[in-house]
Every structure is written in structure tokens, then in C-alpha cells.
């Protein structure tokens, strides 16, 4: 009956007009009174005012379409007259026009264009749209999305002048998972004055909470996670220059800060001299950084470090010194203003794992990313013979040199690659964040406190601590706020260091 009711009452030229020119109350009304109806002409109506290509002469609308005009009631080719003038909207109805595409789109042939119309319909229940919902039910084939019509349908009802209908999709509004839903039962709440009602919409509302909560916190374990593998990737490289080789390197932020410029400096150059494979500088971008920083690291160590080996305060202040150096340097090249890394646009976007969850891709990325760093750098101290060598010299380097070991060149290469996994953290950190020269500042101190809290030289130590510390730092953060999340990490960690100074997993044997 609701589409046979459609199909007779066709859209007019008045009802055109009124919805081109006006006053912009009137102009919604119109537009909500015809989309009631259903006509199929009305759609490329409200696409061309959309697009500002609309004419108004004499008492009729002309939608303009390749050079050419059209009847916007009949559809057939027109002469559009001399004075025929502009149809304007303002913001209010552009957006009006643009509710109005996504409730048509419900009855498109396509399903992916009927699934966002859902999806848009979802944050603005406009009563207006029911009688077109409802068609959309009735037309609907896909259960899925009859399933999520119905239920746009009752937050439609909820706001219907008959009780019993609010009553009745208050109730059918508990299957909702979505935060739109909970936020307009909440909202009807405000404005319910029947009792009856008044306690369905709670029921439903709670209902809906209890759904969403399951999406909060996956989404903080999500963060935590995201956090932790940026905090890995920071630590990876202290775990080997402070963790295996006892240099304190206060200028390890800033060996990051340089990986995430060799980014900025990589994507420039595809930018300008290979646009056509803009979307994959990212694969070049992260041996340029982690070779950037391998370099500084290993000019730092054949010009400083080297003559401070057992001497920890003067590595630390050297270290720093060295951080104010490459700071300046930076800004002198690249200037003090933060730089822009895109992300590819493989990385951009995310997938939507419940309505209110929403895991980017760039994140998940890092997460990847992050887990491979992690075996490579186990794989390369346990399996190689470079790595072999580091672990000699840092457990005994008298006994290396004597049995042929350059324990110089050892150093050098250790302490590059230390460095070099920082760059590839700078290059990871370029893709959620601004690039600038004080970007190593706000990681240095937790990286840190990653490596002394997992336990000095231990790679598994480190890979717990970041994730836990990640974890934490985002559960604290919902519950006391970001500044006091950080004092308190900081009390929980210097507390558990006074207990076991050896950290989480302590060095055993005779590595101890």
C-alpha cells in the first residue's frame, strides 16, 4: 500500500519550486513533504541542488546535466530561458539535501550505496523519513540490512506523537549497539512524559550502554597495545646501547627525531620525482631511516662514546650535549615548525570492528611493524655472527680481543644499530603524529623507564614492560586523566624498582 500510495502521488512542478527558492524553513518542509512520497524524480532534484546546478523560470525548475537543461518534474530536455536564475542553499539546507540523498539511496538497486545510507541515516533520525523508511523495509531483500532498517525505523517511532508506538520501539531499540542510538534514547529521556515510556527508553538506554561498553574497552586495550608497540620500537634501541653496551644515551630521542625527517625528506622526493608511486615511498622511507640514524649513531661513537666507555655520567652528559647539537642542526635545515608525513593511502582508513570501535590501519601498521623489528633484532643478537660478537664483548671483553675479536669495530656497529632502530621508531612515529625537532623529547624518559623496568639487557623484559606499560598508562588515562596517568606510572615503577632493582626478568648465571 505504501508504494502504491508513492507511485500516484508524483512530484510537482510547485512542489519543485518550493523546494528550490524560498525561505529555507519552507524549503525543508517541501523537501521532507515530497521525499514522504517517494517519486523517483526527486532524487536527481536533489542531487543538482546539491551540486548548485538548478535554474528557476517562470514558476518551473530546470536541473542543468552536460551543457544541457532538463525539466526537473518531466525529465525531458528543455530550452532554459534568458532570465532563468540560480537556485541558492545556505549550510542549513545543504545539509538537509544531503539527509535527503542518503534516505533516496535507501531504495537504490546497489546494496553497498543502501548500506550508507543506513549508516548515515543512523546519526540524524529525522521523523520525516519514516514513510520512506518504511518502503525501504518493506523493498528490502538483504537481512542484514532489513535488520539494521528496522531498528532506524523504531528510533524514527521513538519520537512519534502516539505513546504506544514510542513505547513499542523504545523496547526494540534494546537490539541497537550503536552510540547514536544510546545518545537519542537518552535524549528522549529528557522529553518523555509518560511513565511507561520513560522506563522502556531507561531499559533500552542501559541495554545499549552495556553493548558499547564492550567496544570502550577493547578500544583503551586497543590504544594501550598502539601505545606499547610505539614505546617497543623507542626501547629497542636503548636496550642494546644502555641495556647491553651501559651507555646512557640521552640523545637516543633525537637519533629518532632523524629517522622520522629521513621520512619527511623521502616522501618529498617521490612527491617530486615519482608521484605515480607516492603511495609506496613508505618502503623506501624505512631503510632510509633506519641507515639516517645508523650513520649519526655511529659518527656519535667513533667521536664521543668511545673514549666514555664505564663512565656512565659522562656518557650522559655528553649524550645530552649531543641532543641540543642535533636539535639546532635540525631546526637550521628544516626549521623549527612541525613537518607533514601522509600516511599511504593503503594505510589510510580503518576497519570497523563494532560501531563504536574502529581499528586504523595506521595503528595496526606500527603493531606489525613493531612484532617484525622485534624478531629481527632477537633473531640477529641470538643467530648471527655480529650478534654473537656483542654478546662477547658486553659479557667479557678482555677475553674477546684476546681470541681475535675487534672489539672497537664491535662497538661501533652495536651502537649504530641501536641507533638505526631508533630511526626506524622515528619512522613508525611519522605515520600517527607531526614531525619536529622536540619529537624524541616526549619519549625519551619512557623508553627509559622501559628498559631499566624490564630488566637491563633483556629483550623480553623490554617487550612486556612497553606493552604493559602501554596498557596501563591508556586504563589510568580513562580514569585519572593523562598528566596524573604519567606521575602515577612513574610512582608505580620507581616503588617497583626499590623492590627488584633487577627488573622483570633479571640476568642469571654467569651472564649476571
Known amino acids: 500500500m505504501l508504494l502504491a500510495s508513492g507511485a500516484v502521488r508524483a512530484l510537482t512542478a510547485e512542489q519543485a519550486v518550493a523546494i ?10 517541501a523537501l521532507r513533504r515530497a521525499m514522504a512520497q517517494g517519486d523517483a524524480k526527486l532524487a536527481p532534484l536533489v542531487k543538482a541542488l546539491a551540486d548548485d546546478a538548478v535554474k528557476l523560470s517562470g514558476g518551473r525548475a530546470y536541473v542543468l546535466r552536460d551543457g544541457r537543461a ?9 530550452m532554459l530561458p534568458a532570465d532563468a536564475e540560480d537556485a541558492v542553499s545556505n549550510n542549513r539546507m545543504r545539509r538537509a ?11 537504490s538497486p546497489d546494496r553497498a550505496a543502501r548500506a550508507r545510507a543506513i549508516d548515515e541515516l543512523k546519526e540524524q533520525a529525522d521523523p520525516a523519513l519514516l514513510a520512506l523508511v518504511d518502503k525501504a523495509v518493506v523493498a528490502e531483500a538483504d537481512p542484514g540490512l532489513k535488520e539494521q532498517l528496522v531498528l532506524l525505523r523504531s528510533s524514527l517511532l521513538v519520537q512519534h506523537p502516539d505513546a504506544a508506538k514510542r513505547l513499542q520501539a523504545a523496547r526494540e531499540l534494546a537490539a541497537s549497539g550503536q552510540p547514536a542510538t544510546r545518545a537519542l534514547l537518552l535524549q528522549r529521556l529528557g ?3 509518560d511513565a511507561g515510556v520513560r522506563a522502556a527508553l531507561q531499559a533500552s538506554a542501559d541495554a545499549v550502554a552495556v553493548r558499547l561498553a564492550w567496544g570502550e574497552r577493547l578500544g583503551v586495550l586497543f590504544a594501550g597495545l598502539s601505545l606499547g608497540s610505539i614505546l617497543l620500537l623507542v626501547a629497542l634501541g636503548l636496550a642494546i646501547t644502555y641495556g647491553l653496551m651501559g651507555v646512557i644515551n640521552m640523545a637516543h630521542g633525537e637519533l629518532m627525531m632523524i629517522g ?13 620525482y615519482a608521484p605515480e608511486a607516492f603511495g ?10 633506519f641507515l639516517a640514524a645508523a650513520l649519526v649513531g655511529a659518527l656519535m661513537e667513533r667521536s664521543v662514546i668511545r673514549w666514555l666507555y664505564g663512565r656512565p655520567l659522562e656518557t650522559l652528559l655528553a649524550t645530552w650535549g649531543i641532543s641540543l647539537i642535533l636539535m639546532q642542526a635540525v631546526r637550521s635545515l628544516f626549521g623549527a615548525q612541525n613537518v607533514l608525513v601522509e600516511n599511504p593511502a593503503w594505510m589510510s582508513g580503518g576497519i570497523a570492528v563494532l560501531p563504536n570501535l574502529t581499528l586504523p590501519y595506521n595503528r595496526l601498521a606500527i603493531l606489525v611493524f613493531a612484532a617484525l623489528v622485534l624478531c629481527g633484532v632477537a633473531l640477529l643478537i641470538a643467530r648471527t655472527r655480529l650478534g654473537l660478537f656483542i654478546r662477547g664483548v658486553t659479557q ?21 644499530l641501536g641507533a638505526g632502530l631508533a630511526g626506524l621508531a622515528g619512522c613508525a612515529l611519522s605515520q600517527v603524529g607531526n614531525v619536529g625537532p622536540d619529537l624524541g623529547q616526549s619519549y625519551i624518559v619512557d623508553s627509559f623507564m622501559v628498559v631499566v623496568l624490564g630488566g637491563v639487557g633483556q629483550l623480553a623484559g623490554t617487550v612486556v614492560a612497553a606493552l604493559g606499560l602501554g596498557v596501563l598508562n591508556k586504563l589510568l588515562e580513562g580514569w585519572a586523566g593523562a598528566v596524573l ?6 610512582v608505580l615503577i620507581v616503588v617497583f624498582i626499590q623492590k627488584r632493582p633487577q627488573g622483570l626478568f633479571a640476568l642469571k648465571g654467569r651472564s649476571a
Open 20 to 29: 528550490a527558492a524560498g525561505e529555507t524553513d519552507a524549503r525543508v518542509e
Open 70 to 78: 532538463f525539466d526537473a518534474v518531466t525529465g525531458a530536455e528543455a
Open 97 to 107: 539535501l544531503e539527509a535527503a540523498l542518503a534516505a533516496l539511496s535507501l531504495l
Open 191 to 193: 522529553v518523555e512524559e
Open 260 to 272: 622520522a625527517y629521513a621520512a619527511y625528506v623521502t616522501q618529498n622526493l617521490f612527491r617530486t
Open 280 to 289: 609506496w615511498y613508505l618502503v623506501a622511507a624505512i631503510p632510509a631511516s
Open 396 to 416: 667479557n671483553r678482555p677475553m674477546a680481543a684476546c681470541t681475535g675479536v675487534d672489539t672497537s669495530r664491535v662497538d661501533t656497529l652495536a651502537f649504530a
Open 485 to 490: 596517568a604519567k606521575i602515577m606510572v612513574l
